[in-house]
């Protein structure tokens, strides 16, 4: 055997990350560690449907699947080819069971060594030991699991990749006019919801300093929008209709954006758009805090008592005024 044969680094390399678009952004150093540890390597990672066609081009994986959904699929995509380490990200309940379901009778009896692991499964040959993981912030917990691999490396957040992501751009807004996004995600609890009043509001606002308001979410509105185009006919409705590629060439534009705690926010805010986020006391910014170079908590224990105004207050810098 050679000496270049000798170290010749892994050749498949495993990487599992779910939870939506929020997580994926929460992830981005992580993923990009492991490519240059694994610079030579073929690296998969399985995600949530959501999320592949916005992760496919990524350049940290050679290939983006959907996430096996029981135990028989993850044991055929282990068996598809021999996997030097599997790097599971998500570490939930979820991700424990599938890599006890694994596990052979000699593997489990200690006959046969299991598929290298690193994460927080009983048994994993890299298990991540660090008794206050659980009060790290994501991304920093994430960093201190992969040392644990031999992982040192802590490349910059970027997204620059994105901007070679996209072939055409038809949504109904000029990248080049003065914009203002306001991110919707009407999912979970009602304190934890700008409602759709308080949007209108401050679309009205930014209008009246001679902006365009562009509401954004993952899915159509009408609660929000019908209100919106009644009272701000200038504003534009791109609810449903972006993609997370699309997002980031918005918010990559846009002066500002404003939204609840939400995945979208994440990718907005990780693009380097100016952010108000607004949490309740349900959203902990110490374990999931949104990342970016100028990001603003504002946080209530009712989201509805953020008036429009206090937003705007916030905002009447240079870069929206």
Known sequence: MTSDQTERPEHNILVIKTGGIGSFVLALQAFAAIRMHHDQAEITLVTDQAVIDFATPAPFFDTVRAMPTNGAQFRALLNERPWQMVYDLECSSATNSLFRSSLTWRQRFARDTPVPWCGVAKGCVIPHTNPQRLAMHISERLMDQLSEAGIEARPPISLAWVSRAVGTFSLPISLSEPFVLIAIDPGGRDSAQWSPARCVEFAELVTARGHRAVLVGDHKMPSYTETLAERVP??????????????????????????????????????????????????DAALNGHQGPDVTILRRHDLSAITAAEVMQRLSSEAVA
Not at 254 to 281: E, F, K, Q, T
């Open 234 to 283: 200038d504003a534009v409705d791109l609810c449903g209709q972006a993609s997370y590629v699309e997002m980031v060439f918005l918010a990559w534009a846009a002066l500002a954006a404003v939204g609840n705690d939400s995945g979208l926010m994440h990718l907005i805010a990780a693009s380097g758009c100016r952010s108000i986020v607004l949490y309740d006391p349900g959203s």
